[in-house]
């Protein structure tokens, strides 16, 4: 059974439209995390979290806010969403504490801003 | 900050070939050294974890070291199947508080049959 799951898979927005991107975790992990995948990028991290409440600034977290409600729940959230926002996107939760800990990842959700 | 650097873009290979993926690091922390696997329409999984410089991962036939003098690391099986086409990311893990980890930009393995 899947432990991370992320809605919607697939969305079409337009420009200056606000869009939110939904994750849930049955891990029970403290930590989560938002990326996204371009082609020659890997993966970058826009935002993370320690546990419900606290939201973190990632690498490029630029046109995009982070609400983390509860500890199963992490939404990444495009105020206003332009067309260099088109990418595919990924949760992530891992343990926290110290340690480097692998990461565990939704399927993904495929946007596209036109 | 931490870096990590994924030589190959993409690699071709007919089945029973032998697999090579090398990447190089940079880091400040003691790191820990992942292999992720990323098949289509999947999120990243974990393939390998290397917590040891000269240790050996070892999962599905795969096999990972990492040498610390040289800051590299590689990916390598001996005989690979049509079904180990995907992608495969090297990944840095460092030992920031909230377990931050770094991809390199990925390597396409296309095995033809």
């Known amino acids: 059974e899947a432990a991370v799951t992320q809605s919607p898979r697939n969305k079409v927005a337009v420009t200056g439209g606000k869009v939110t991107l939904s994750c849930n975790q049955t891990?029970?992990?403290?930590?989560m995390y938002w990326y996204r995948q371009d082609t020659g990028h890997g993966l970058r991290l826009i935002h993370y979290?320690?546990?419900?409440?606290?939201?973190e600034k990632g690498d490029i977290p630029d046109g995009y806010k982070a609400s983390r409600p509860s500890q199963e729940n992490f939404s990444l959230i495009l105020e206003l969403a332009t067309p260099s926002q088109t990418s595919v996107y990924f949760c992530a939760s891992g343990d926290g504490g110290q340690g480097r800990k692998e990461q565990y990842f939704g399927p993904g959700t495929r946007l596209t801003v036109l | 900050g931490d870096s990590v650097t994924q030589m190959q873009g993409q690699v071709t290979l007919s089945e029973d070939d032998f697999l090579f993926i090398n990447c190089t690091y940079s880091?400040?922390?003691?790191?820990?050294l992942f292999w992720y696997v990323q098949y289509p329409g999947e999120g990243p999984q974990l393939l390998l974890k290397?917590?040891?410089?000269?240790n050996k991962g070892i999962s599905r036939g795969f096999e990972a070291t990492y040498d610390k003098g040289t800051t590299s690391f590689h990916l390598q099986k001996a005989s690979v199947q049509e079904s180990d086409s995907a992608v495969y990311y090297c990944?840095?893990?460092?030992?920031?508080?909230?377990?931050?980890?770094?991809f390199g930009k990925g390597t396409v393995l296309l095995v033809s049959p």
């Open positions: 880091t400040t922390w003691y790191p820990t």
């Open positions: 990944v840095l893990g460092a030992d920031s508080g909230y377990n931050k980890l770094t």
């Open positions: 290397v917590t040891t410089a000269n």
């Open positions: 979290s320690y546990g419900a409440g606290s939201t």
């Open positions: 891990n029970n992990h403290n930590n």
